[in-house]
């Protein structure tokens, strides 16, 4: 289990920015994908963008050209650049890591993300 620690949710108007932090406690972050997910209410979490050791990423459709992910390999860091930021973005943001061999999967507590049209 791997202790994660989200920051950097809050209130903004739609097209502005945001930039989601999530720590992880692990030895070796080199063996973790780590990723972003959204749970708005009523609705199932989704996938927002995932990132390999190898820095090869994924978006969900929704959020490609406006997100970005990206990760530092020494704070054991993995981001979430947030621009053009739209009403439907807000949702409870969680951080994943998703251990490489054993796909075990932890979470974080998640963080607020509201967007005011």
């Known amino acids: 289990q791997v202790d994660l620690v989200e920051s950097g949710g809050g209130w903004v108007q739609a097209g502005g920015s945001l930039r989601l932090s999530c720590a992880a406690s692990?030895?070796?972050?080199?063996?973790?994908?780590m990723g972003w997910y959204r749970q708005a209410p009523g609705k199932q979490r989704e996938l927002v963008a995932r990132i390999t050791d190898g820095g090869i990423t994924n978006y969900a459709d929704s959020v490609k050209g406006r997100f970005t992910i990206s990760r530092d390999h020494a704070a054991h860091t993995v981001y979430l650049q947030m621009d053009s930021l739209k009403p439907e973005d807000t949702a409870l943001y969680y951080c994943n890591a998703e251990h490489l061999k054993s796909r075990t999967q932890s979470w974080g507590q998640g963080t607020q993300v509201t967007v005011s049209s």
């Open positions: 692990v030895e070796i972050f080199a063996l973790y994908v």
